[in-house]
């Protein structure tokens, strides 16, 4: 059946995805859903490692994958191949960000971060004037400082330097942290009734989710539900008021990952809820569509006459 609405072209944005896709199996999911969605102009996809050796090639398969699964064509570029300290090229992702950053076009760029903040740190650290020219959206951190972690925060520990390098470089950036990201929570039941009969990449995002659930990896998960937590970075791309936030200084990772006080940082968007009956089900509806075939024309509805 596919999507049978449009966006106003004055209310659509230009992103970049960000992801370090095979880390853990709720990547893919914000991908899908960045690529389903009318509203985002998607220029392109960017790997992002998760500290360990060949994490960001496997990141980009993991890319590959969704697309070739989705049948999509969008272009892919490999990020640092490992935090700042281990890394000193600059990468073609953060070449691409600094290249659209400076891009003249009415729709605004939002960089769509579900990882480590590596790519975006790089590319700032390059060329500084992009930070007037985009938006971040970040999942990451526990927020607003003072706040001891109570776990470590995945996606800031990958690179802490990187984090606070953004943290304190005064670009528009709008945090989600981890008491927001953790609460888009999903069963399997849910991904198996509702998202695996979805053509290929429905199978994929079910069997992909099932299989890391199982995995040594997945040993921190509840069993049987999982927290979609990079998806509210696509969805308040598409909804920025899908969420409560409010404005406070954007906090420093400590080495533990608690979120310390920083007088000089700037002031930063923090996100304090989202909505997840939206994300979940906005997500699911465009799967659906997407992978729904057209109607026959005798199984249509038909109009009655009164």
Not at 74 to 96: C, H, M, N, T, W
Not at 100 to 129: M, W, Y
Request: proline fraction near 6%; aromatic fraction near 8%; charged fraction near 25%.
């Amino acid at each position: 059946m596919g999507i049978e609405f449009d966006v106003s072209d004055f209310k659509k944005v230009r992103v970049i995805v960000d992801t370090d896709a095979a880390c853990e199996a709720d990547d893919p999911f914000a991908i899908v859903h960045a690529l389903l969605s009318p509203k985002l102009i998607v220029k392109g996809i960017v790997a992002e490692h998760f500290k360990a050796p060949g994490s960001m090639e496997k990141s980009y398969e993991e890319i590959e994958t969704i697309l070739k699964a989705m049948d999509v064509k969008v272009p892919i570029y490999k990020g640092q191949r490992g935090p700042l300290s281990e890394d000193s090229e600059v990468s073609e992702a953060a070449r691409f960000i600094i290249e659209e950053a400076h891009r003249e076009d009415s729709h605004k760029l939002f960089i769509l971060c579900q990882g480590a903040i590596t790519n975006v740190a790089k590319a700032i650290e390059t060329d500084p004037t992009i930070k007037d020219k985009i938006t971040v959206i970040w999942i990451g951190t526990h927020g607003e400082a003072p706040c001891s972690a109570p776990f470590t925060e995945f996606n800031s520990v990958n690179d802490i330097p990187a984090a606070n390098f953004v943290l304190s470089s005064g670009i528009d950036l709008w945090l989600v942290p981890s008491h927001v990201y953790i609460t888009v929570n999903i069963g399997l039941a849910e991904i198996q009734r509702r998202i695996r009969p979805c053509g290929k990449i429905g199978q994929h995002l079910f069997q992909n989710m099932a299989d890391y659930n199982m995995s040594e990896g997945g040993a921190w998960t509840q069993g049987e539900s999982w927290s979609l937590g990079d998806s509210p970075a696509i969805a308040i791309a598409i909804n920025p008021g899908c969420g409560h936030y409010h404005m406070a200084k954007a906090p420093h990772v400590a080495e533990d990952t608690s979120s310390e006080v920083c007088n000089d940082n700037p002031m930063i968007r923090i996100y304090t809820d989202v909505d997840s009956r939206y994300i979940l089900e906005d997500f699911i509806a465009k799967l659906e569509l997407f992978t729904e075939p057209f109607p026959a024309p005798d199984k249509r509805a038909k109009v009655v006459e009164l």
